[in-house]
């Protein structure tokens, strides 16, 4: 399977622990793009990265919240201190480099439940 | 401000119907509008996409008109079925150097009853 793929697809964390969402991208896509998705609603720009770099993360919380994309591996979104309010879908896309960066595809997200 | 306005917010079409979906944008920089369909419990997925060159493009039932003096754009579903009720997401694209964003329209919530 050459999708984009994320582990674990459900989390479930108590208050103040750590979450840690993975994301491989699909093969020869070296791009990556994380969002969050709250019920009913559309999706959230989070941070967009490329291997080693942070191309733009304006889409991130000031606290808690930290994105790598390593040269080796998977990219990772890492929550802090976990809050009820954390709890969301998260969703991975990934891309070609610029300039054929005009299409992202998605993983099948990431379940965060806080109790 | 960057915005895609997406109407309606939900929609119920009868089997064999057509559905219509309408974005509207106001920033003339964006050069590149998806369409996204996304079944619950899953993750968006690329359906059709258009540039602004062009004033409409088929994919099979699905049919993107672009009007570029306007700044709106809308999908059309022909034939719609059943296994189409999922929730759709325009987009539109714009960059900045090596950096490209998508901006979201919230959604439309499509029912196609049997």
């Known amino acids: 399977n050459a999708g984009v793929m994320q582990n674990p697809r459900h989390l479930v964390r108590r208050r103040g622990q750590e979450a840690r969402l993975r994301c491989s991208p699909m093969k020869g896509h070296s791009h990556v793009y994380w969002y969050r998705q709250l019920p009913e609603e559309g999706l959230k720009f989070m941070v967009y990265l490329q291997k080693e770099n942070i191309i733009d993360e304006s889409g991130m919380p000031k606290e808690r919240f930290s994105a790598e994309f390593p040269k080796e591996g998977p990219s990772i979104l890492r929550i802090q201190q976990v809050v009820r309010g954390d709890s969301a879908a998260y969703f991975c896309?990934?891309?070609?480099?610029?300039?054929?960066?005009?299409?992202?595809?998605f993983g099948p997200g990431t379940r965060l439940t806080v109790t | 401000q960057q915005q895609v306005k997406q109407s309606p917010q939900s929609l119920i079409v009868q089997k064999g119907g057509i559905s219509i979906i309408n974005c509207a944008y106001e920033?003339?920089?964006?050069?590149?509008f998806p369409w996204y369909q996304q079944f619950p419990g899953k993750g968006p997925a690329l359906l059709i996409a258009i540039r602004p060159d062009v004033s409409e493009k088929k994919e099979g039932r699905f049919t993107i008109s672009f009007n570029k003096s306007a700044k709106q754009f809308s999908l059309h579903i022909m034939d719609s079925q059943p296994g189409d009720s999922a929730t759709y997401f325009c987009?539109?694209?714009?960059?900045?150097?090596?950096?490209?964003?998508?901006?979201w329209g919230l959604g439309t919530s499509l029912a196609v009853n049997p």
């Open positions: 896309a990934s891309s070609l480099p610029p300039p054929e960066n005009y299409e992202q595809y």
């Open positions: 987009a539109a694209s714009i960059h900045a150097g090596n950096n490209r964003k998508l901006i």
């Open positions: 920033n003339t920089a964006f050069d590149y």
